[in-house]
């Protein structure tokens, strides 16, 4: 338990009794005591005087044993003693405020905090030490430049002459250049925190749920020679090699004559394919393809996909009776965990992210990209400005708004309406 303020160090002097006094940033062994001076556990207590402290101010921390009695207890001891109870993200809130990290650097710890892959925890991780805002600064630093050299041409125009326009417009499209590959991250961040969809589509009976079983590496979905198994979507998840997150969705098999019972599951398994990122699309290979198998291939053409002709130790008629497009689909039996390694790498490829574009700072909420979508738009007009011919002077406004959204990424100004939709996201005591 910790408690952060002004009063840390008072309230430490009355819930913590040791034979020393505390040293900062050195545990101590001592007695944790309730408002009547009882004891109500041995452990330790550390104390952090301001500035050096996660949240900047005096930080006093306990550490007890882990029951719920002791800890109730202890909460107790410590309320009594002056302390309030924190609020969500109260603790990093403070920590920002006080400038010890930035607002996107805040967001970070939530992330980390919600991890749910590796590769979440190490992108959350890459940006909790401050690597979007340095790629952003490194933009608006160019951009700040520019407006230093105007404003020496606007003070005094007789004196300095105007940047030649040119070089103005150069410098301007390299820093939009900068902004828009970061705003085309926001699209990998979501992708990391949610994880990759993949559908994996086909006609009953192709295979679909033995491939699931086979990529998962468990029989995870029932697996039966009858057609139409499989009645509702099916969702797991599972890490491709490099640690991207997929989120593979078995469904129902594709077909026009079906029970109620079964085309209400394939309504489902065209959402779930509408809905992902890449279909994984499972035919039968053994056998000529029927006229629905052939739909399916054709309607999938167009997406990311990987395409695969089952049942090879059956045959290949199928197979070898593809059109075009699908030359380069897989011949495989998903029994045989050669071929599922194929699969693998071939949907590694049909992603497309992999786990260095995650550790590249990116955009990990909607606020971030808010922020450089507004920047982007003050520096189109800027460059239209540019182009029209029109007075320099004009450019300035523009520049200084571009700026100051790419400030607001990292909280300068920030609102407390802002804040207080940034740390909601916490839970009490991060
Ligand atoms: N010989 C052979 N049999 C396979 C292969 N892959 C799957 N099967 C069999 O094909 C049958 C259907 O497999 P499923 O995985 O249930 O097929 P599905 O596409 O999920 O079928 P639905 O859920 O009905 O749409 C099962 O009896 C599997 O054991 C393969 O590569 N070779
Ligand atoms: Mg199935």
């Known amino acids: 338990m910790r408690a952060s303020g002004d009063a840390a160090r008072a309230i430490s002097a009355r819930v913590f009794r040791s034979r020393g006094t505390l040293r900062p940033r050195y545990a101590t062994l001592g007695s944790i005591l309730d408002a009547e001076g009882l004891e109500i556990d041995r452990g330790l207590g550390l104390f952090f005087p301001a500035p ?12 007890v044993h882990g029951s719920p009695i002791v800890v109730g207890e ?58 979007l805002l340095a790629a952003v600064d490194a933009e608006r630093v160019k951009l700040d430049a520019i407006l230093a050299e105007l404003s020496g041409t606007l003070d005094f125009p007789d004196e300095v002459p105007e940047p030649p326009r040119e070089r103005l417009a150069g410098e301007l499209v390299a820093i939009g250049t900068g902004l828009e590959t970061l705003a085309r991250g926001f699209e990998v961040g979501r992708l990391v925190r949610e994880g990759v969809g993949v559908a994996i589509v086909g006609p009953p009976n192709a295979g679909k749920s033995s491939l699931l079983n086979a990529l998962l590496g468990d029989d995870r979905a029932l697996v039966s020679e009858l057609a139409g198994t499989t009645r509702d979507t099916i969702e797991e ?19 026009s004559h079906a029970d109620r019972l079964e085309a209400a599951g394939i309504a489902r398994s065209e959402r779930a394919l509408e809905g992902a990122r890449v279909a994984l699309v499972v035919v039968d290979g053994s056998r000529p393809l029927d006229d629905e198998a052939r739909a399916l291939l054709e309607r999938t053409r167009a997406r990311p996909r990987v395409v695969v002709f089952n049942k090879r ?4 008629a199928g197979y070898e009776g593809r059109e075009p497009p699908e030359k380069g689909a897989l011949a495989v039996s998903v029994l045989e965990p050669a071929d599922v390694a194929r699969i693998r790498s071939a949907l590694r490829d049909a992603v497309g992210i992999d786990a260095p574009d995650l550790e590249r700072p990116h955009l990990a909420t909607a606020r971030q990209a808010d922020c450089v979508h507004a920047a982007l738009r003050a520096l189109e007009r800027a460059q239209r ?40 996201r916490f839970c009490i005591g991060k």
């Open 52 to 63: 050096d402290s996660y949240t900047g101010e005096d930080v006093f921390e306990l550490h």
């Open 74 to 131: 202890t909460l107790g001891a410590l309320l009594a003693a002056g302390a309030r109870l924190a609020t969500p993200g109260e603790f990093t809130r403070r920590a920002f405020l006080h400038g010890k990290l930035d607002l996107s650097a805040a967001e970070a710890v939530a992330d980390l905090i919600d991890a749910e892959s590796r590769s979440a925890a190490r992108a959350a991780r890459a940006r909790l030490a401050g690597g």
């Open 237 to 255: 998840s599972f890490a491709l090699d490099g640690g991207v997150r997929v989120r593979l969705i078995d469904t129902a098999g594709i077909r």
């Open 313 to 316: 130790d059956l045959g290949d």
């Open 385 to 424: 400005t540019l182009d029209d011919g029109q007075p320099i002077d004009l450019l300035a406004g523009d520049l200084v708004e571009a700026s100051a959204a790419l400030g607001e990424l990292g909280g300068d100004a920030a609102t407390e309406a802002i804040l207080d939709a940034v740390f909601a």
